[in-house]
């Protein structure tokens, strides 16, 4: 039990999770399930894997392209005429990182970044807040963040990820925003390194080996325990 009394989600809550459908999303989806909970898989182009989710997880699917704001506000409408209110959004879509040094980054590239990690995640809660969280006076607000951040007055941990990097300390703006207005949202975050995903497929092989012998257990982490360390924090 949460010490936040009142706060936390309950069997039945419905919760949505953006990138629903890939690593993350996925376990995070069947954990919350397991807690007797119905998830919302939110996804923008793979509709066949978001819906395998959903089946495994008795929950349902959600398409949204968090880059277009019509698109957003289309779809948290829809929302509304689902089986009950949401109790609970996940920010966990994201571009894949683009690797490449500071003096490299590409206006487009970082473009997408900032469209999906900062203003979809801030237009999308900003809807679900007005749809759901602000009539319930409660919600849960999760944004997965990512350690190559680095923590509190150290260096960025990881270089050549400069446009991920800035677009989620953009998100991590939009958390702490929401965490001083909406005094009844819990806004959870979470900043997990590399994990074995899909997404690191944009990396090559050299560059995630060299990231792999630098971790004491020189191995990255699993979904599952980002997704675990997520739902411990939720009820």
């Known amino acids: 039990m949460n010490t936040e009394e009142g706060m936390g989600l309950q069997p039945g809550d419905r919760v949505l999770v953006t990138g629903g459908s890939g690593g993350i999303g996925r376990a995070l989806c069947e954990r919350l399930a397991a807690a007797g909970c119905r998830p919302v898989v939110g996804y923008c182009k793979n509709r066949n894997a978001a819906e395998a989710v959903a089946e495994a997880t008795g929950g349902d699917i959600w398409s949204c392209d968090l880059a277009d704001?019509?698109?957003?506000?289309?779809?948290v409408k829809l929302?509304?005429?689902?089986?009950?209110?949401l109790a609970g959004l996940v920010l966990g879509a994201s571009p894949a990182p683009l690797v490449a040094p500071f003096g490299q980054i590409e206006g487009d590239g970082l473009e997408m970044q900032?469209?999906?990690?900062?203003?979809?995640?801030?237009?999308?809660?900003?809807a679900v807040s007005g749809a759901f969280f602000k009539r319930l006076q409660r919600g849960i607000l999760v944004g997965i963040l990512t350690s190559a951040m680095g923590d509190g007055d150290k260096p960025v941990a990881t270089r050549n990820m400069g446009g991920y990097v800035v677009a989620k300390y953009g998100l991590a703006g939009v958390l702490a925003v929401a965490r001083a207005e909406l005094p009844w949202l819990r806004v959870v975050s979470v900043a997990p390194g590399f994990t074995e995903t899909a997404m690191l497929d944009g990396f090559g092989e050299r560059f995630l080996e060299l990231m792999r012998r630098q971790l004491p257990?020189?191995?990255?982490?699993?979904?599952?325990?980002?997704?675990?360390?997520?739902?411990?924090r939720l009820f």
Do not use: H, M, Y
């Not at 704001?69 to 779809?75: K, L």
């Not at 900032?114 to 900003?126: H, T």
């Open 114 to 126: 900032f469209r999906v990690n900062v203003l979809g995640s801030f237009q999308l809660p900003q």
């Open 79 to 85: 929302l509304t005429a689902g089986p009950g209110p």
């Open 217 to 232: 257990e020189k191995r990255f982490g699993a979904p599952d325990q980002v997704a675990a360390d997520i739902t411990a």
């Open 69 to 75: 704001p019509e698109a957003i506000a289309r779809s």
